[in-house]
């Protein structure tokens, strides 16, 4: 559970950066962010999906289906996080 629970953080702290690094949000917004509609916010154009998708497929060696892009949770931080974990494989030391 530990585990899963610093796995969840790393994802989340990618993704905050991931939008950070863009200026889309500040590092210290006065409230969470992790619920916000990032399309909604405008955080998220529609080129830059392409973009978004790709570097986290790359980052978490995973591949995102139209079900997963198609999916409600893919609209925020959390919810793209449980996407993503639930995609995730222990990684192994052969890789």
Do not use: C
Not at 43 to 55: A, G, H, K, Q, R
């Amino acid at each position: 559970m530990e585990r899963e629970t610093e796995q969840k953080a790393q994802v989340q702290e990618w993704l905050i950066n991931w939008f950070v690094a863009r200026s889309k949000i500040s590092k210290r917004e006065p409230e969470p962010v992790q619920d916000v509609d990032y399309f909604e916010a405008g955080w998220l154009t529609s080129m830059e999906v392409v973009e978004f998708v790709t570097e986290i497929e790359q980052r978490f060696g995973m591949q995102l289906s139209d079900r997963d892009l198609q999916d409600p949770r893919f609209v925020t931080i959390a919810g793209l996080t449980e996407i993503i974990l639930e995609h995730s494989t222990p990684i192994s030391e052969s890789r």
